[in-house]
């Protein structure tokens, strides 16, 4: 009659296998067990045809009294906001928070790996020092993250070898943020945390963002050393020096590892990325910082490699890059076809017929797709139907994909014009004339339209047409502009990166690469990257034109770059598409093709889609 | 409960998870703000405006530093774009001629600079032949020469601005400072080549230490020291609406951050901002040179 605690026994348990989640998670497996309920691996079955996994937490509330009840719901919902405000690579993403009966659910993006302390149990002797340090300096990221959080820094309050997941790229990812809060200046807390990782002022309530620094290097202590700080006395590590359970360490980590450690706050770094930064730069010092950069992370090459999704013959190279477009992918192919293709399943639902071969990427208005081609036309089709809507001609090949702005579709064209198209009409509004074929793409951009020229002219024009400014380069810009911040950014087959004032056209900076380039510059978080015949893909800083990092692949990289989350994706003549980590460099996984790849890739809802010169068309997990 | 979080997940706004429940007005946001700014101060043509301030202190009995402003408009045709030039420079103390090398380094940066912006001055659809990043490192090693030759031993800081267009860029050696203030704050642009600073980003001292560490003058790198020089040059858009304020250590290292930006943001205009701060920096002892620089350029 009364609901107390004592509930009938399926209050209490864990889910079985194959329980389904509000009509949609169904759960496969308990992969963690805490004080307030399991955590399951599920399956979400709003992709039918991808296996997406998720992590359900659940939080069974057993308490009696109302007000202890209200307490811990507010609490796991505190979590569940703060996570829902949190972007970063090393903090899963959540997904969904519900309540059924007296048990709460948040869903989590699903970590395949193990957590630290699995790991450091699991490893028959000591944790390589530079392991340890990947881990240590990605930690100090995440934290830095999450302390300069706005408007309140947040304090995680709970570091320890438990709540770090290593996944299966030997990367980290911050789990559990059951007690971090925003930190207040002046405000104190009550003692929450876990004993042995946990600096002396916490005990007293005060922790901030230096008691994450302490937990922290109590985490690589515990990593580097085996020995559980929760069975030793608090605040003991003085008396267990590192080096000499672990000879192994380098004088450098352990001093870092000492600072972080101190009894009182203000003889420990004073902001963690202090800590990062003495690191980084016992890493130099050991070298390890140069073995992690140009390591693959040790399982991104499990021998299976990585299996596409799906992969669609056409019937010749595809040299163009896709679109996605509602549940479909469009890609045209040099066997003159523009292809729609379903973006689950990679069944085809239309093709579409020019006469000559398509190189270029289609561009979408109001479910009418867009598609240059070599037959000198720019066609229109019904996204549906794929039947013709209409068809603009121009006097050349058409290489240079369309832009559509303003209610018009400007493209450029191998007969010397850039043309400006009345989308509804397809009748000419302007074309203008240069002295040489136009196979980059324009870009479109505060009312200007920035598009380069083969014989080597940067052009910036108004809506109307009229010049603003002009710019030259040595040789050929066949790579597409991209404009951020008031500058435009473009490679050109001189070797050069370009970075020009987007309103008046003089250089800001030019950057050197070692060969000519026609790859379309990617920009974000003031980060340029670019491809180049020199094998490479670059990442340039954009304020200092200085390089960030530079990743070598076996072959020219003529493909452009693209940006998903934390990862960059590129392809390489060497037929490979690559995923990068954008921040670092360093590789996560390749997938190989049969035949150069020269288009650049889409990614769309966690899938990569990739045209090759092999023929197909392949979907890929990011 | 549930609704509240997929309004989180929407990205819909809700009151933050530290809001204050009492808050009985609205306050405007920032980008309101902002918006007032821009409206009141537009200008046509547009223009970069500033103020300078300087004092020797109270506790030296000579100026080392140096300070150099030049704005140029262009009214009339569509398509000018404004031009402007600031450089401060702090002579190193404890060197001869600490006021001979910041003089040297910023006229001979100058006229370097004027140079080559002579074509583009008359006749703007002239290409400038070097990108403004190489501009400004060529003009910086010109002054490292000049300066070498012109007072062996000596040395100074350099933090310039060339600001054309949307754009400003910031050529910048030793200790002297560019912020730049908006949004009701500021932010540290340049960093600086001292020791105590290598120190604090080290974590081997904290910052409260390094304000008052003995070396904090020490400098690891400065025009006029070492055949290499290596300046930090970067390209940022001009703080919009908002302020770029440069400055030597006489002044940031007296008055904390966040006084320095409000009174930028709270004086009715630039000369009284500049006027104040250097006031300010003298009323905390004035024990090293002063300089300042304050630009706007309004919308």
Redesign the interface.
Same mark, same amino acid.
């Given at each position: 009659m009364t609901p107390t605690g004592d509930e009938p026994e399926e209050g209490n348990t864990q889910l079985e296998p194959g329980t389904v989640l509000v009509n949609r998670y169904v759960i496969q497996d308990v992969i963690g067990v805490g004080g307030m309920g399991s955590v399951y691996r599920a399956r979400d079955q709003h992709f039918p045809t991808v296996v997406k996994l998720v992590a359900v937490k659940e939080m069974i509330n057993r308490a009696p009294d109302p007000v202890v009840r209200k307490t811990i719901v507010q609490n796991f919902e505190r979590e569940a906001n703060i996570l829902a405000t949190l972007n970063h690579p090393y903090i899963p993403r959540i997904y969904d928070y519900f309540s059924e009966g007296n048990r709460s659910y948040l869903t989590m993006e699903f970590i395949n790996g193990k957590d630290m302390e699995a790991v450091i149990t699991e490893t028959a002797g000591f944790l390589g020092e530079d392991r340890v340090l990947g881990w240590a300096i990605e930690l100090c990221d995440v934290l830095q993250f999450l302390h300069s959080h706005k408007p309140d820094p947040i304090i995680f309050r709970d570091m320890k070898p438990s709540n770090v997941m290593v996944n299966l790229q030997d990367h980290i990812v911050l789990v559990d943020f059951g007690i971090a809060k925003p930190f207040q200046v002046g405000q104190k807390g009550t003692m929450i945390g876990t004993e042995g990782y946990s600096p002396p002022e916490q005990y007293r309530g005060e922790a901030g963002p230096l008691a994450d620094i302490y937990a922290l290097g109590a985490t690589i202590h515990h990593a580097l050393s085996r020995r559980d700080p929760r069975l030793e006395p608090p605040f003991s590590f003085g008396e267990r020096p590192l080096r000499k359970i672990n000879p192994a360490v380098s004088l450098e980590l352990e001093a870092v590892i000492n600072t972080a450690l101190q009894y009182s706050p203000a003889d420990r770094f004073q902001s963690i990325d202090a800590m990062k930064e003495a690191l980084m730069a016992a890493g130099r010092k050991t070298g390890a910082l140069g073995r992690l950069a140009s390591k693959t992370s040790p399982m991104s090459q499990s021998p299976s490699g990585i299996k596409p999704l799906w992969g669609f013959q056409c019937e010749d190279e595809i040299r163009g890059a896709p679109l996605y477009h509602e549940g479909a992918v469009y890609i045209g192919s040099y066997d003159h076809n523009l292809y729609c293709i379903n973006a689950a399943d990679g069944i085809m639902r239309w093709k579409f017929a020019t006469e000559g071969g398509v190189v270029t990427r289609p561009a979408v208005f109001e479910d009418n797709i867009f598609i240059g081609s070599e037959d000198e036309r720019l066609h229109v089709v019904s996204a549906h139907s794929g039947k013709p809507i209409w068809t603009y001609v121009t006097n050349g090949r058409v290489r240079s994909s369309p832009r559509i702005a303003e209610g018009h579709v400007i493209v450029g064209s191998d007969d010397l014009r850039l043309h400006a198209v009345n989308i509804n009409t397809g009748r000419p509004a302007w074309r203008f004339e240069t002295a040489a074929p136009i196979r980059s793409t324009p870009f479109v951009g505060q009312d200007m339209v920035y598009v380069g020229c083969e014989n080597g002219d940067f052009y910036c024009l108004d809506f109307r047409g009229e010049l603003k400014w002009h710019f030259k380069a040595k040789m050929a810009i066949t790579s597409s502009p991209c404009v951020a911040d008031g500058v435009v950014y473009f490679a050109s087959l001189d070797g050069i990166v370009y970075a020009l004032d987007a309103r008046a056209g003089w250089a800001i900076w030019r950057f050197r690469m070692g060969k000519g380039s026609i790859s379309s510059p990617y920009v974000t978080e003031g980060l340029i990257f670019v491809g180049s015949a020199d094998n490479h893909i670059y990442a340039i800083d954009a304020r200092t034109a200085k390089e960030a990092w530079r990743f070598k692949t076996d072959h020219q990289v003529s493909s452009s770059p693209t940006i998903y989350k934390d990862a960059l994706y590129c392809g390489s003549a060497d037929g490979n598409l690559y995923c990068i980590e954008y921040r670092t460099g360093r590789l996560r996984w390749k997938f190989a093709t049969k035949g150069p790849i020269t288009g650049a890739p889409l990614v769309y809802d966690d899938i990569v889609y990739i045209g090759s010169t092999d023929h197909f068309l392949y979907a890929l997990l990011a | 409960?549930?609704k509240?979080?997929l309004n989180?997940?929407r990205g819909k706004k809700t009151k933050?998870?530290?809001a204050q429940a009492d808050v009985s007005t609205v306050p405007l946001s920032e980008k309101q703000v902002d918006e007032v700014l821009a409206e009141g101060q537009r200008l046509e043509p547009q223009q970069v405006l500033y103020a300078c301030g300087q004092s020797v202190g109270k506790q030296r009995d000579h100026n080392e530093d140096n300070l150099f402003a030049l704005s140029l408009t262009f009214g009339g045709e569509p398509?000018n774009?404004p031009l402007g030039i600031f450089i401060i420079a702090d002579g190193m103390g404890g060197h001869q001629y600490g006021e001979v090398a910041s003089s040297t380094a910023i006229r001979t940066m100058v006229a370097y600079l004027l140079r080559a912006f002579q074509p583009?001055i008359a006749n703007p659809?002239e290409?400038?032949d070097?990108?403004?990043?190489?501009l400004m490192r060529a003009a910086i090693n010109e002054a490292q020469r000049a300066v070498t030759q012109a007072a062996p031993g000596s040395g100074t800081t350099l933090t310039a601005a060339l600001v !054309? /267009?949307?754009?400003v860029?910031i050529g910048h050696v030793g200790d002297s400072r560019a912020y730049a203030i908006h949004h009701g704050s500021g932010e540290t642009l340049t960093r600086d080549h001292s020791l105590v600073k290598r120190l604090?980003? !080290? /974590?081997q001292i904290?910052?409260e230490e390094a304000a008052i560490h003995p070396q904090r003058n020490v400098l690891y790198r400065a025009l006029g020291q070492g055949e290499v020089l290596e300046p930090?040059?970067?390209?940022?858009?001009f703080p919009q609406p908002g302020y770029l304020l440069l400055c030597s250590d006489g002044l940031w290292s007296v008055i904390p951050e966040i006084n320095l930006f409000n009174f930028v943001l709270t004086a009715k205009d630039l000369p009284s901002a500049c006027q104040k701060l250097v006031a300010a920096a003298n009323e905390a002892g004035g024990p090293d040179n002063i300089s300042v620089i304050l630009i706007q350029m309004p919308i």
């Amino acid at each position: 009659m009364t609901p107390t605690g004592d509930e009938p026994e399926e209050g209490n348990t864990q889910l079985e296998p194959g329980t389904v989640l509000v009509n949609r998670y169904v759960i496969q497996d308990v992969i963690g067990v805490g004080g307030m309920g399991s955590v399951y691996r599920a399956r979400d079955q709003h992709f039918p045809t991808v296996v997406k996994l998720v992590a359900v937490k659940e939080m069974i509330n057993r308490a009696p009294d109302p007000v202890v009840r209200k307490t811990i719901v507010q609490n796991f919902e505190r979590e569940a906001n703060i996570l829902a405000t949190l972007n970063h690579p090393y903090i899963p993403r959540i997904y969904d928070y519900f309540s059924e009966g007296n048990r709460s659910y948040l869903t989590m993006e699903f970590i395949n790996g193990k957590d630290m302390e699995a790991v450091i149990t699991e490893t028959a002797g000591f944790l390589g020092e530079d392991r340890v340090l990947g881990w240590a300096i990605e930690l100090c990221d995440v934290l830095q993250f999450l302390h300069s959080h706005k408007p309140d820094p947040i304090i995680f309050r709970d570091m320890k070898p438990s709540n770090v997941m290593v996944n299966l790229q030997d990367h980290i990812v911050l789990v559990d943020f059951g007690i971090a809060k925003p930190f207040q200046v002046g405000q104190k807390g009550t003692m929450i945390g876990t004993e042995g990782y946990s600096p002396p002022e916490q005990y007293r309530g005060e922790a901030g963002p230096l008691a994450d620094i302490y937990a922290l290097g109590a985490t690589i202590h515990h990593a580097l050393s085996r020995r559980d700080p929760r069975l030793e006395p608090p605040f003991s590590f003085g008396e267990r020096p590192l080096r000499k359970i672990n000879p192994a360490v380098s004088l450098e980590l352990e001093a870092v590892i000492n600072t972080a450690l101190q009894y009182s706050p203000a003889d420990r770094f004073q902001s963690i990325d202090a800590m990062k930064e003495a690191l980084m730069a016992a890493g130099r010092k050991t070298g390890a910082l140069g073995r992690l950069a140009s390591k693959t992370s040790p399982m991104s090459q499990s021998p299976s490699g990585i299996k596409p999704l799906w992969g669609f013959q056409c019937e010749d190279e595809i040299r163009g890059a896709p679109l996605y477009h509602e549940g479909a992918v469009y890609i045209g192919s040099y066997d003159h076809n523009l292809y729609c293709i379903n973006a689950a399943d990679g069944i085809m639902r239309w093709k579409f017929a020019t006469e000559g071969g398509v190189v270029t990427r289609p561009a979408v208005f109001e479910d009418n797709i867009f598609i240059g081609s070599e037959d000198e036309r720019l066609h229109v089709v019904s996204a549906h139907s794929g039947k013709p809507i209409w068809t603009y001609v121009t006097n050349g090949r058409v290489r240079s994909s369309p832009r559509i702005a303003e209610g018009h579709v400007i493209v450029g064209s191998d007969d010397l014009r850039l043309h400006a198209v009345n989308i509804n009409t397809g009748r000419p509004a302007w074309r203008f004339e240069t002295a040489a074929p136009i196979r980059s793409t324009p870009f479109v951009g505060q009312d200007m339209v920035y598009v380069g020229c083969e014989n080597g002219d940067f052009y910036c024009l108004d809506f109307r047409g009229e010049l603003k400014w002009h710019f030259k380069a040595k040789m050929a810009i066949t790579s597409s502009p991209c404009v951020a911040d008031g500058v435009v950014y473009f490679a050109s087959l001189d070797g050069i990166v370009y970075a020009l004032d987007a309103r008046a056209g003089w250089a800001i900076w030019r950057f050197r690469m070692g060969k000519g380039s026609i790859s379309s510059p990617y920009v974000t978080e003031g980060l340029i990257f670019v491809g180049s015949a020199d094998n490479h893909i670059y990442a340039i800083d954009a304020r200092t034109a200085k390089e960030a990092w530079r990743f070598k692949t076996d072959h020219q990289v003529s493909s452009s770059p693209t940006i998903y989350k934390d990862a960059l994706y590129c392809g390489s003549a060497d037929g490979n598409l690559y995923c990068i980590e954008y921040r670092t460099g360093r590789l996560r996984w390749k997938f190989a093709t049969k035949g150069p790849i020269t288009g650049a890739p889409l990614v769309y809802d966690d899938i990569v889609y990739i045209g090759s010169t092999d023929h197909f068309l392949y979907a890929l997990l990011a | 409960m549930k609704k509240n979080f997929l309004n989180w997940l929407r990205g819909k706004k809700t009151k933050p998870l530290t809001a204050q429940a009492d808050v009985s007005t609205v306050p405007l946001s920032e980008k309101q703000v902002d918006e007032v700014l821009a409206e009141g101060q537009r200008l046509e043509p547009q223009q970069v405006l500033y103020a300078c301030g300087q004092s020797v202190g109270k506790q030296r009995d000579h100026n080392e530093d140096n300070l150099f402003a030049l704005s140029l408009t262009f009214g009339g045709e569509p398509g000018n774009y404004p031009l402007g030039i600031f450089i401060i420079a702090d002579g190193m103390g404890g060197h001869q001629y600490g006021e001979v090398a910041s003089s040297t380094a910023i006229r001979t940066m100058v006229a370097y600079l004027l140079r080559a912006f002579q074509p583009f001055i008359a006749n703007p659809s002239e290409a400038l032949d070097q990108s403004i990043q190489d501009l400004m490192r060529a003009a910086i090693n010109e002054a490292q020469r000049a300066v070498t030759q012109a007072a062996p031993g000596s040395g100074t800081t350099l933090t310039a601005a060339l600001v !054309l /267009g949307q754009q400003v860029t910031i050529g910048h050696v030793g200790d002297s400072r560019a912020y730049a203030i908006h949004h009701g704050s500021g932010e540290t642009l340049t960093r600086d080549h001292s020791l105590v600073k290598r120190l604090e980003e !080290l /974590g081997q001292i904290s910052s409260e230490e390094a304000a008052i560490h003995p070396q904090r003058n020490v400098l690891y790198r400065a025009l006029g020291q070492g055949e290499v020089l290596e300046p930090d040059i970067f390209t940022a858009p001009f703080p919009q609406p908002g302020y770029l304020l440069l400055c030597s250590d006489g002044l940031w290292s007296v008055i904390p951050e966040i006084n320095l930006f409000n009174f930028v943001l709270t004086a009715k205009d630039l000369p009284s901002a500049c006027q104040k701060l250097v006031a300010a920096a003298n009323e905390a002892g004035g024990p090293d040179n002063i300089s300042v620089i304050l630009i706007q350029m309004p919308i």
